[in-house]
């Protein structure tokens, strides 16, 4: 299974990005997909999942700005994101697994990674 991400970029605050991963070589809606972002001297962070079964979770500072969604048939998950802070800032990857919803933002529980996609938010 192999994921790509993309649809990272430079903006403003207050703008929005669209984010997607496209999962190739299994189905996408046997998974978990999770999306984490990493900033500059700091660990790797939850932002969003949504589950096999379209239930979807997110970080409290992603709540109301963020949507995460599925398309199965295109294999892709999207990761909304507006009103977007300089606090976002940070590699975005999204992931794949079948976690326990209790352990759905430790990453050790996710089989697959992407390669992540840049998203800097100026103020």
């Known amino acids: 299974v192999q994921l790509q991400a993309s649809g990272g970029g430079l903006v403003q605050a207050g703008a929005s990005l669209r984010l997607s991963c496209v999962v190739s070589?299994?189905?996408?809606?046997?998974?978990?997909i999770t999306w984490f972002r990493q900033a500059p001297g700091k660990e790797r962070g939850f932002v969003a999942s949504?589950?096999?079964?379209?239930?979807?979770y997110y970080e409290d500072s992603a709540k109301g700005r963020f949507t995460i969604s599925r398309d199965n048939a295109k294999n892709t998950v999207f990761l909304q994101m507006n009103s977007l802070k300089p606090e976002d800032t940070g590699t975005y990857s999204c992931?794949?697994?079948?976690?326990?919803?209790?352990?759905?933002?430790?990453?050790?529980?996710?089989?697959?990674w992407g390669q992540g996609t840049q998203v800097t938010v100026s103020s």
């Open positions: 992931a794949a697994g079948r976690p326990v919803v209790s352990a759905i933002s430790d990453g050790s529980m996710y089989y697959y």
């Open positions: 070589g299994g189905a996408l809606r046997t998974y978990t």
């Open positions: 949504i589950t096999w079964s379209g239930g979807t």
